[in-house]
């Protein structure tokens, strides 16, 4: 399985940013997907996920309201719009995939495979 991400890049606050991440090689049909985010210094976090199946959705209260995270099947791809950006959304952001796709962990550590990250730069 292959994650790639593309769609970051430096912002002003206050603007608009919309991440892809494409899956490959996928060999089963149901997972969850995840957005993730590592600011320098600081602890890799759970942003946004969803759940392939029927999609939904669940998010980090730091971003609810202002990103939103959907999904391709055609094109095996999920997304995340992220709106009224802050420059404390300045970090790298991960998507992930986790085969146990009955629930959406905020947990890391629970999903299996992660694409290379792709950098977000909001100033102020």
């Known amino acids: 399985v292959q994650l790639v991400e593309s769609g970051g890049g430096l912002v002003q606050a206050g603007g608009s940013l919309r991440l892809s991440c494409a899956a490959s090689?996928?060999?089963?049909?149901?997972?969850?997907m995840g957005w993730f985010r590592q600011a320098p210094g600081k602890e890799r976090e759970f942003v946004a996920g969803i759940r392939w199946i029927d999609r939904y959705t669940y998010y980090a209260e730091s971003v609810k309201g202002r990103f939103t995270i959907s999904r391709e099947s055609a094109k095996k791809t999920v997304y995340l719009q992220m709106n009224s950006l802050k420059p404390e959304d300045t970090a790298v952001y991960y998507c992930?995939?986790?085969?146990?796709?009955?629930?959406?962990?905020?947990?890391?550590?629970?999903?299996?495979?992660w694409g290379q990250g792709t950098q977000v730069t909001v100033s102020s």
């Open positions: 992930a995939l986790d085969r146990v796709f009955s629930t959406i962990s905020t947990m890391a550590g629970r999903y299996d495979y």
């Open positions: 090689g996928l060999t089963f049909s149901d997972y969850s």
